[in-house]
């Protein structure tokens, strides 16, 4: 079923391919009041840009967004906030490859086997390109939880690992890997160039952290705040793995080395000596940094030869000609950011729902 | 916010404490006419029972369930199907060290800070009890997909992982770890004994496969199989990560090394060389077998010491005496079966709903 | 689909057939902190009771609720509130007549169209006595909104209205037919008696008033809080109407007419000259009282014999044997108070996740 | 709280106001391979459309539907359909007035309440220009549920009704009031100028009926299909009153009277006699039309004075000037029709979810 909703106060829907006329997400449940423009989204876009270094796809799309609606005087007005990103690079190219043939990895047979054909260009709606939507929508929570403070980076490429000890968030700009570790971003130049001539891809581990979620925030079950931040991580292209806090690691410890002992603290609130819980305990945030890491496959657009099937179910080999991220995971830092960014603030207001408070 | 729902057409809620007098859930949604009876349930609630090895709690509950409505002569109606288990070894013992102090791993901070107070016997709803209703609304979920096998086991256990050389699915219900490699089995006994003896607690990994799921179950972007079925498994309590396939591991993978080739099969569906997906692409299912990891963290009850605060903020240890799992992740097995058998369920309504067939 | 979940953060759901061994509601999102006991919801089930006098079905149930989840020392804890009610009073009658032919108002026809078989047993399902488990939820809703004050009345019976000149709120309850005018009470005991009688029933028209709302639960559109309340009452079984306000009255009003003036009032609030919005304009309550008008159609369960065919498709008659209420509209009352109260719990929470505020 | 998403599994969201640059929906879950192109849609909003007659507002728009997402090759692919409406006649004019009153029977004085200010530009949200967004999401309803006809018009303006004996459902296309009596559009030429002229406004009852709904789409109780289509009805603007079949005459009949007899047909469906239930009971259809009634209350924005309060809570009068429809009911036909498709299509998804067929 085409559920393209994603929230439960705060929601929003995306719509659009990569070849249509654009692509788009309406917000709904914004509150009224906060201020917004197109300036306060534009930034997040360009970070997810496409075409920025050699190291992503080459596609050249400008990504402006424009509100449709939901504004009056420059604030949001409580009412459905629409956004929209023309899409203006749609190179016309030959997909008869595409249309005849399944490429392995990607969605092509699963779609033909659900709806019976498909949109084969550029992916169709399975297009990396939809996360555009999502940044925008993203960039509109973190004006809902302007307290909160939400940064992720890549820390792994093709099994190559940063090191903590080198960490510098402050570094994570500097390169076009959103690599906190400066020694790992130099090694990933060549990686990933390498991976791009040889016509192959890798794949990713991107983390992300979120400061300041106050104590409170999620539910103690089925609306865990770790099982909405794993289906929103899980909903983006690529992604097969999502860990939080500690994640597969914590099953790896014994209970008395994976708890996160607490002291007093000097403003209240306690000290926590560690954070295996990634912030997060018995599905409610503990005031703790909110920490989770994010698995992305490589690119399963490669220009490698792949044993296939076409659609007569023939025997055929496909490689996938065209402008690909050699790792989309690089690009993925701004939308594991934005899913971090819609699922606190939609869990901000359902917690103000329930127990009331600003 | 307290959603206790899940699902989207086939839905469940599921209510109660560890220590009320019931705990239930609610199945909505399910198809007239499948014959059920409480003898249809009973077997995946003695799966998961505690008290059946000295490996699982000591709390003896027989777990009998009673279906309350939606059944006619032997059959669903397709109104609500109430099940209620009755809780009945609520022993009385004294709660007054966890009602001062906060277990740290456990939600009891976090609850305060939500709620204001907690119910802090036994866990209240954040009890593992609660995974009892699951797995009842999990059997009801099964009859929906007579066609789909599910079954999952324990593949590592504190770091000591099974040797899928010596996988034989056939071991798995000989050993009281759902194990399927019998040495592995036999090493655990140990492990998991001395865990228990030293007060202390294991992490686990679970596994799950479905196989004979169709082609064409899920959708593309925020209702993707993964995304549901990583909500669902991170909504188990003690859950910290959730893998699709390879998860991880494919983010280690070459383009070309984590495709999935297909071949012409004999019956008309393709023959995948390899299922580093997880049976699901672009978030549908492919035909493959849907394959999926959680991980455990350790119980958070323990018997050894670990530095915390008190309600009113002081500094304190606590150990958590009483009768928990040494290892939570063992009677998870039944649990993630349920969850997947919940979502596969609603996913093959929902496909039903916009695509037609049966 | 057979969703039985009605409300957006502040959700119930029911379940339980009229011949099973019990019915019940699940409260979900409930604020935590309340103080709640069985006492809160008894008299508003003993308000809605069978049995209390000749006007109403001779079934009789003590319907005693039991809450079994989501209470800790006699306060709400936030998670889901289990109620059970007992049948105890399922005569063992023959029902072949109901099972071989359909009867003319009822579901019979149209269930066994869509699930191909039903359970005949006292409407099964569609049961009035499932709205037992409505009124026990909505007496969790009234905490919810302490400052609310709701109250309902029958306006009108088998198009006997009463005269509004004699309306006394005090009279409601002191007649079996929950009238503000003692005269038309009187007057409808005989209309009643006389439909009893002669084995027909009669249509009534419930009215209902919320004063206490403040101005801005609601939404513009789609969450209107009028639809809401419609979607509400016209879920509430044998309900076929539903006007806000004026309703079809305001339809022959010129707009002159139909608008409610506002002159300044002394504590802030404006002083409204009118209320033909019924407390809602543009979706949105306005501080005036939320009044509503709800048709019940007369009971389909009669004695005197209506034209049917048989399951195998033959003409037949059929008449309704049993106890049944003459005028289902009069137990429509707390009905409908409690549909009121849930719906505006629902928006308090809803209001204030958006907004802010308690 | 905003929900601006209506339905279940064919869900639609719309955006947009008055004054902004565009309107649209986003239909969500549509079956794939639909034929569709902006030319299925535009008729629809043409029926809808401003300035066509003296009779509705001189506000002139072309009302230019644009598919911008979910299409491939001119048929639906199962993604979302994005549609987009550009506003082309916002006149600028002075909203000063508006601006510092509040204009009784509208949504402003509970906007202000609720969000704390407002888009005061053409009523904003609350515009009965949001209904082109259903028009179109209706539209491609329509193409859902192909075997089923729907149409609407109005019974009655200002309190003069049509006379049924003189029901044409030939004649609704021939006049400016969708009127099937064309004695009635007579006579409202006459008051629906008169009132223009004397700057009041009219209210009206639309009716409408689909035939073609086969047995079995609903639910028994909070997904009735009464309970969905009240729902739908009552969110449409200005709308305060929704009845089903007989509605509140129901209420004033005896069972026998108003039961809908049935004899066998000759097709194997049953023939029934009458259809009081306007083709549903018990929530689920009948196979009988299934036929409703609204009610919409005189336009509010009027040119004779009413007395209100500013912003700053002093007395004041407010007319409101611009161009408005004297009778905003007659526009509400396709509306109307709109939300009928809307509710009819999802039901036919949720029944086959369910219960299976196509």
């Known amino acids: ?24 997400a309406v917000v709904d449940g ?3 009041g ?5 300036a306060d989204i534009q930034p997040f876009l360009d970070k997810r840009k496409p075409g920025t270094s050699k190291f992503t796809t080459q596609r050249r799309e400008p990504d402006e967004v424009r509100i449709l609606s939901g504004l009056f005087e420059g604030r949001t007005t409580g009412t ?78 093709g099994g190559d690992a940063i090191d903590y000890a080198r960490f510098d968030a402050g570094e994570i700009d500097n390169n076009p890997f959103f ?6 971003a130099k090694r990933w130049e060549q990686l990933v160039d390498s991976a791009r001539k040889d016509g192959s891809s890798l794949g990713a581990v991107v983390e992300c952290v979120a400061s300041g979620v106050p104590a409170g925030w999620g539910a103690p079950l089925y609306a865990k705040l770790d099982s909405e931040l794993a289906a929103a991580m899980m909903s983006i292209n690529a992604v097969k793995g999502v860990e939080i806090g500690d994640g597969f690691a914590a099953a790896r410890l014994r209970g008395e080395d994976n708890a996160d002992p607490m002291r007093p603290g000097n ?55 065209g402008r690909h991220d050699p ?4 690009r993925g830092v701004p939308v594991v950011e934005a899913m971090m960014a819609l699922v606190l603030a939609d869990q901000k207001l359902l917690h103000r729902a329930q127990c009331g408070g600003d």
């Open 30 to 32: 914004c509150p009224p």
């Open 179 to 184: 690599c906190p570790d400066p020694e790992a």
């Open 267 to 321: 403003d209240g609130n306690p000290v926590f000596l560690a954070n295996h819980a990634g912030g997060i305990a018995g599905g409610i945030s503990t005031g703790q940094p909110v920490k989770l890491r994010v698995a992305f496959k490589p690119t399963s657009s490669i220009l490698i030869p792949v044993e296939t099937i076409t659609r007569e179910g023939d025997a055929s080999d496909i490689i996938t000609k």
């Open 1 to 24: 079923m085409s559920f393209n909703t994603f929230g439960r106060v705060l929601r929003f829907s995306t719509w659009g391919e990569s070849h249509g006329p654009a692509i788009g």
């Open 80 to 157: 459905p906030i629409s956004l929209m990103i023309e899409n203006t690079d749609q190179r016309s190219k030959d997909y008869s490859d595409v249309a005849k043939a399944y490429r392995p990895g990607h969605a092509d047979y699963a779609y033909d086997a659900k709806y019976g054909f498909r949109d084969y260009r550029g992916g169709g709606r399975s297009s990396a390109r939809e996360t555009a939507s999502r940044v925008a929508a993203g960039a509109v929570a973190r004006l809902v939880i302007p307290d909160v403070d939400i940064f992720a980076y890549v820390s792994e490429i």
């Open 327 to 330: 790792c989309v995971g690089i």
């Open 34 to 38: 906060l201020p917004l423009s197109e």
